[in-house]
């Protein structure tokens, strides 16, 4: 299974991106799927899932409002739409795939070790 994740970058305080994660190596569509992310010297921290169908999402407290989680199964893709950034956002966002499969499912994970595969992770950067 591979999570490639693109998109981040440097923006300023108030501004946007859009990550992207494609995947591969499993059937997408069955999994749910989610976003973490890493400041340095801090532990990974959930910041949004989403059911294998799309049809249900979970977020952090600290990102409700602002960011949006979304999938697209017919190309095996996930995005996590960011607005209204501010510098605290700053860190490494990861995509990861659930542990277990779940089609049809309502079901999304917010913790760490409900995932088993991950992406390489992609620097978001927001100056103030």
């Known amino acids: 299974v591979q999570l490639q994740a693109s998109g981040g970058g440097l923006v300023q305080a108030g501004g946007s991106l859009r990550l992207s994660c494609a995947a591969s190596g499993r059937t997408f569509s069955t999994y749910a799927m989610g976003w973490f992310r890493q400041a340095p010297g801090k532990e990974r921290d959930f910041v949004a899932g989403?059911?294998?169908?799309?049809?249900?999402?979970g977020y952090a407290d600290s990102v409700k409002g602002r960011f949006t989680i979304s999938r697209d199964n017919a190309r095996n893709t996930v995005y996590l739409q960011m607005d209204k950034l501010k510098p605290e956002d700053t860190a490494v966002y990861y995509c990861a795939s659930a542990r277990r499969s779940t089609p049809y499912s309502a079901t999304w994970y917010n913790r760490v070790n409900d995932y088993d595969y991950w992406g390489r992770g992609t620097l978001v950067t927001v100056s103030s």
């Open positions: 989403i059911s294998s169908t799309g049809g249900t999402k």
